[in-house]
């Protein structure tokens, strides 16, 4: 009920003209406030609830706001979900339609944000713990590559990363890092220690020269009938290290054959080599290590050629003169004999100088071997001459067929009979010259592709049938007159058997597919009844078990109730994901709503009478400190006062569970002396009684409707001086004033506070 509403049952008497009581006329209705201005203070009341972060009263306008656009603002203003997802509850089924969209919108909107915020998480848990595994890895071509990877994937998502998650990604790539810098230290030091070798292997050269430099000026200072010998000796000293030079090349470049398989050219520069050193000093220690450990290779590779060269050599002898006589076929023989020369070939051109004697032997045992195949070849031509007639009348026959066939109306059976016959005939008589036979081949050809093509006309014309058939089948599986679809079908098979002739191989696959397209007419409607059945009757067992989870919630009490309270929006959303069947969804909505609001008001009922619990202890906190405080009021004894004092002070200590606010209102209360005017302290208190009668909707004592009609007037007065609406108190507020109200008799206390429980009680059974 509103408070205009309220009003217009029971308005008030005009306050500028009051009647004498024995003859009060009925006093006229207030008018209506202006909507225009009513809206405007909605708007004000909207801005000011949505600054104070007052969701109750966006809520409230949500559901009571005058106009659409208030309601719309409201709802787009709401942003806690449970706050929602009531608000969707309430409205859904109503006839604000946008406002339920906008909810709505908002619920999905949030659910896409969580789940958004635990992908990005879970990212970001992939990628420190890639991080944390590749920094104990051991140093590869990939490490780095790897680590800048990782890297960028975690800088996308380190902002949101917590402060342990992004300290121990950073730790785990600053170890990935001094792993990459101990190898580059590795690999410096280890150029160093070469550098090192290379520049005391320059110093001795320099050394060297410089003592060739001394030498070479001594001896410019000796007699000059020396002159000619040191020339002597120096162009021989050229020509030798010109010859170390040459050798060493040869050297690189026999290693390199070597190393590329190719023997012949490294025994060949060996062979330079040699001729190299008749004119060339002893060669320096380097040089000749090198090429003691050439001739080794060459050695050990001679040796193997000969050790394994000269065994295959016999082995293949051996094996063509075991083809002598042998019973094989002759093709057979002829092909053993063939591939043998080829492996002789081969081994010849890998070994080096062939042995004349074991390739004489090769030789005539192959001669030997093949006198059999070449008498069977001898055969196979007399062979190929008589099939090479055979054919000839083959293709005679099927020319003599072509001419015959009237092909306007042709036999069709009889000519892919006469086709498939001639072919098989063809194959049969052979093997016949190919040279010979090449036109004769060319001719048949040509006269097989020629009955060939319309054969294939009139196939491909039957299997476009066929497959018309095929398809009209296919769209009457799809049709809803089932009836009409199996006659329609039967007319197809009919058809289907008028059809000519198609391809073997096409036949069969294009039979099973039309089969399969009358089969699936039948089996369709069967098969979409009982898995959609199935499906619904699995769907309806799940959301019997959320409806009886649901249940079983509702019927907890105190704790356990507040805990299983929180797979509420879980369980909702489970419901809300299932199909169910038209015959039962009602039904089951239904029980899970009722279920549902049952657990709504479970859990509200326990918060609220653990929070009465609290509030009713605070009362009866307020009553000592009443006692106490009226004590004062009344000038009482000193010892009294602070007995009486004393007695509050230790309640309050005891006030461990209930709400601070009212504690330190009654705090308050016993630090302040009060007003003594009981009876102004008695009206505040009745007063208090009926805002709170207001706000519950409760009737306010005979004695007291006066007095209510009095305020309600005073305060809608002050409104519509404001131009806005009347502000609702709230139970919370009033009862923070009563705690804080001046003191009055025991008596008329007893009887208010009576009063003020009952509105309280009553909020909480509407809740």
């Given at each position: 009920?509103?408070?205009?509403?309220?009003?217009?049952?029971?308005?008030?008497?005009?306050?500028?003209?009051?009647?004498?009581?024995?003859?009060?006329?009925?006093?006229?209705?207030?008018?209506?406030?202006?909507?225009?201005?009513?809206?405007?203070?909605?708007?004000?009341?909207?801005?000011?609830?949505?600054?104070?972060?007052?969701?109750?009263?966006?809520?409230?306008?949500?559901?009571?706001?005058?106009?659409?656009?208030?309601?719309?603002?409201?709802?787009?203003?709401?942003?806690?979900?449970?706050?929602?997802?009531?608000?969707?509850?309430?409205?859904?089924?109503?006839?604000?339609?946008?406002?339920?969209?906008?909810?709505?919108?908002?619920?999905?909107?949030?659910?896409?944000?969580?789940?958004?915020?635990?992908?990005?998480?879970?990212e970001i848990l992939a990628a420190s713990t890639e991080i944390e595994r590749h920094s104990r890895r051991p140093f590869d071509a990939l490490f780095t590559p790897t680590l800048e990877q990782?890297?960028?994937?975690?800088?996308?998502?380190?902002?949101?990363?917590?402060?342990?998650?992004?300290?121990?990604?950073?730790?785990?790539?600053?170890?990935?890092?001094?792993?990459?810098?101990?190898?580059?230290?590795?690999?410096?030091?280890?150029?160093?220690?070469?550098?090192?070798?290379?520049?005391?292997?320059?110093?001795?050269?320099?050394?060297?020269?410089?003592?060739?430099?001394?030498?070479?000026?001594?001896?410019?200072?000796?007699?000059?009938?020396?002159?000619?010998?040191?020339?002597?000796?120096?162009?021989?000293?050229?020509?030798?290290?010109?010859?170390?030079?040459?050798?060493?090349?040869?050297?690189?470049?026999?290693?390199?054959?070597?190393?590329?398989?190719?023997?012949?050219?490294?025994?060949?520069?060996?062979?330079?080599?040699?001729?190299?050193?008749?004119?060339?000093?002893?060669?320096?220690?380097?040089?000749?290590?090198?090429?003691?450990?050439?001739?080794?290779?060459?050695?050990?590779?001679?040796?193997?050629?000969?050790?394994?060269?000269?065994?295959?050599?016999?082995?293949?002898?051996?094996?063509?003169?075991?083809?002598?006589?042998?019973?094989?076929?002759?093709?057979?023989?002829?092909?053993?004999?063939?591939?043998?020369?080829?492996?002789?070939?081969?081994?010849?051109?890998?070994?080096?100088?062939?042995?004349?004697?074991?390739?004489?032997?090769?030789?005539?045992?192959?001669?030997?071997?093949?006198?059999?195949?070449?008498?069977?070849?001898?055969?196979?031509?007399?062979?190929?001459?008589?099939?090479?007639?055979?054919?000839?009348?083959?293709?005679?026959?099927?020319?003599?067929?072509?001419?015959?066939?009237?092909?306007?109306?042709?036999?069709?059976?009889?000519?892919?009979?006469?086709?498939?016959?001639?072919?098989?005939?063809?194959?049969?008589?052979?093997?016949?010259?190919?040279?010979?036979?090449?036109?004769?081949?060319?001719?048949?050809?040509?006269?097989?592709?020629?009955?060939?093509?319309?054969?294939?006309?009139?196939?491909?014309?039957?299997?476009?049938?066929?497959?018309?058939?095929?398809?009209?089948?296919?769209?009457?599986?799809?049709?809803?007159?089932?009836?009409?679809?199996?006659?329609?079908?039967?007319?197809?098979?009919?058809?289907?058997?008028?059809?000519?002739?198609?391809?073997?191989?096409?036949?069969?696959?294009?039979?099973?597919?039309?089969?399969?397209?009358?089969?699936?007419?039948?089996?369709?409607?069967?098969?979409?009844?009982?898995?959609?059945?199935?499906?619904?009757?699995?769907?309806?067992?799940?959301?019997?078990?959320?409806?009886?989870?649901?249940?079983?919630?509702?019927?907890?009490?105190?704790?356990?109730?507040?805990?299983?309270?929180?797979?509420?929006?879980?369980?909702?959303?489970?419901?809300?994901?299932?199909?169910?069947?038209?015959?039962?969804?009602?039904?089951?909505?239904?029980?899970?709503?009722?279920?549902?609001?049952?657990?709504?008001?479970?859990?509200?009922?326990?918060?609220?009478?653990?929070?009465?619990?609290?509030?009713?202890?605070?009362?009866?906190?307020?009553?000592?400190?009443?006692?106490?405080?009226?004590?004062?009021?009344?000038?009482?004894?000193?010892?009294?006062?602070?007995?009486?004092?004393?007695?509050?002070?230790?309640?309050?200590?005891?006030?461990?569970?209930?709400?601070?606010?009212?504690?330190?209102?009654?705090?308050?209360?016993?630090?302040?002396?009060?007003?003594?005017?009981?009876?102004?302290?008695?009206?505040?208190?009745?007063?208090?009684?009926?805002?709170?009668?207001?706000?519950?909707?409760?009737?306010?004592?005979?004695?007291?409707?006066?007095?209510?009609?009095?305020?309600?007037?005073?305060?809608?007065?002050?409104?519509?001086?404001?131009?806005?609406?009347?502000?609702?108190?709230?139970?919370?507020?009033?009862?923070?004033?009563?705690?804080?109200?001046?003191?009055?008799?025991?008596?008329?206390?007893?009887?208010?506070?009576?009063?003020?429980?009952?509105?309280?009680?009553?909020?909480?059974?509407?809740?």
């Amino acid at each position: 009920m509103s408070l205009f509403s309220r009003f217009k049952k029971a308005p008030p008497a005009p306050a500028a003209k009051k009647q004498p009581e024995t003859a009060a006329p009925n006093p006229p209705a207030p008018t209506a406030p202006d909507p225009a201005v009513l809206a405007a203070h909605e708007e004000e009341t909207l801005r000011a609830a949505i600054a104070a972060g007052d969701s109750g009263a966006v809520a409230k306008l949500v559901l009571e706001g005058a106009s659409t656009r208030i309601r719309q603002q409201a709802a787009e203003a709401i942003e806690d979900p449970e706050q929602i997802r009531k608000l969707i509850r309430t409205v859904r089924g109503g006839n604000d339609k946008s406002v339920y969209k906008i909810l709505t919108r908002k619920r999905d909107a949030l659910l896409a944000q969580e789940r958004e915020i635990e992908q990005r998480q879970a990212e970001i848990l992939a990628a420190s713990t890639e991080i944390e595994r590749h920094s104990r890895r051991p140093f590869d071509a990939l490490f780095t590559p790897t680590l800048e990877q990782l890297e960028n994937r975690w800088n996308l998502v380190a902002t949101d990363a917590t402060a342990e998650v992004a300290a121990t990604a950073q730790a785990a790539i600053d170890r990935s890092r001094e792993t990459i810098a101990q190898h580059l230290r590795q690999i410096a030091a280890q150029a160093s220690r070469e550098l090192a070798a290379a520049n005391a292997a320059a110093a001795a050269q320099a050394r060297r020269e410089q003592q060739e430099k001394e030498a070479a000026t001594a001896a410019a200072e000796q007699a000059q009938s020396l002159e000619e010998e040191r020339k002597v000796r120096k162009e021989k000293l050229d020509a030798e290290t010109q010859a170390l030079h040459q050798i060493g090349g040869l050297l690189r470049k026999a290693r390199g054959a070597l190393a590329s398989g190719s023997s012949k050219t490294a025994a060949g520069l060996r062979r330079a080599i040699e001729e190299k050193l008749q004119h060339a000093p002893s060669l320096p220690a380097q040089l000749a290590s090198q090429l003691k450990q050439l001739d080794e290779k060459l050695q050990e590779l001679k040796d193997w050629k000969s050790f394994s060269v000269a065994p295959k050599r016999v082995d293949l002898i051996e094996r063509m003169e075991s083809l002598i006589g042998a019973s094989l076929h002759p093709t057979a023989i002829a092909g053993h004999i063939k591939d043998l020369q080829e492996q002789w070939r081969t081994l010849s051109k890998g070994a080096g100088d062939e042995v004349e004697a074991d390739w004489q032997r090769f030789h005539e045992a192959s001669q030997k071997a093949f006198q059999p195949c070449r008498e069977f070849y001898d055969a196979q031509d007399r062979v190929k001459e008589e099939n090479l007639l055979q054919r000839n009348q083959v293709f005679e026959r099927l020319l003599a067929f072509e001419g015959r066939q009237n092909w306007d109306e042709p036999d069709w059976r009889t000519a892919i009979t006469a086709v498939r016959e001639s072919r098989q005939l063809w194959r049969q008589h052979s093997p016949v010259d190919a040279t010979k036979a090449e036109e004769l081949q060319r001719k048949f050809n040509e006269l097989t592709s020629s009955i060939q093509s319309r054969i294939d006309a009139e196939y491909a014309r039957n299997v476009k049938a066929k497959r018309s058939l095929i398809e009209r089948a296919r769209g009457l599986v799809e049709s809803t007159d089932n009836k009409a679809a199996v006659e329609e079908v039967k007319r197809l098979q009919e058809q289907w058997k008028s059809v000519g002739p198609v391809p073997r191989d096409e036949d069969g696959k294009l039979w099973e597919e039309f089969r399969q397209q009358c089969d699936a007419l039948f089996q369709k409607r069967q098969q979409e009844f009982d898995s959609r059945n199935a499906a619904f009757e699995a769907n309806r067992s799940q959301a019997i078990a959320l409806c009886e989870d649901m249940e079983k919630i509702a019927g907890q009490t105190d704790q356990e109730l507040i805990e299983s309270a929180k797979k509420l929006p879980e369980l909702r959303l489970a419901f809300d994901s299932i199909e169910l069947p038209k015959a039962n969804a009602r039904q089951l909505q239904d029980r899970f709503e009722r279920a549902f609001e049952r657990c709504r008001k479970a859990v509200t009922r326990q918060h609220a009478r653990d929070a009465e619990r609290g509030w009713t202890d605070l009362f009866d906190a307020a009553n000592v400190v009443r006692t106490y405080r009226l004590a004062v009021a009344r000038n009482a004894d000193v010892t009294e006062v602070d007995a009486l004092k004393q007695a509050a002070e230790q309640h309050l200590s005891t006030l461990v569970q209930s709400p601070k606010v009212g504690l330190t209102a009654l705090k308050s209360a016993i630090a302040q002396p009060g007003n003594s005017d009981l009876v102004a302290n008695t009206l505040a208190l009745r007063t208090l009684c009926i805002r709170a009668e207001i706000v519950t909707d409760s009737q306010t004592p005979a004695e007291d409707h006066a007095l209510r009609r009095e305020y309600q007037l005073k305060r809608l007065t002050q409104s519509m001086g404001q131009g806005r609406s009347a502000e609702t108190d709230k139970l919370e507020t009033l009862a923070i004033e009563w705690l804080r109200a001046d003191p009055v008799e025991e008596a008329v206390y007893v009887q208010l506070i009576g009063r003020f429980k009952e509105c309280r009680k009553r909020a909480a059974l509407s809740s």
